[in-house]
């Protein structure tokens, strides 16, 4: 799985420091400020940082997504154990909230 962005974007740093302590190996790209090419132009089509891709995921395609919450929501749900967000209603909220 790739992610596309810098080191020194919290975005990007939340997307890899919750793959990291579920145990998944992502390859950054260096990408965004015009950096990254078509590749990451499909990937996050605004040019925001991170954007995401799990090839041959979907259906043989790729799957492309990008916003760091909504990334760290498809990881959980592809790879739910260890499970990193909690089940219950608020301390789920408040999870997803930071």
Known sequence: MIVYG???SPFVRKVLV???EKGLALDLVAAGLGRG???F???SPFGKMPGFRDPG???GKDFCI???TAIIAYLE???PDPALIPA???ARARTVWF
């Open 6 to 8: 810098s080191g020194l």
């Open 18 to 20: 919750y793959a990291a």
């Open 37 to 39: 090419g078509p590749d």
């Open 41 to 43: 132009a499909e990937a």
């Open 57 to 59: 995921a979907d259906g």
């Open 66 to 68: 990008s916003d760091s």
């Open 77 to 79: 749900a592809k790879y």
């Open 88 to 90: 219950e209603p608020m």
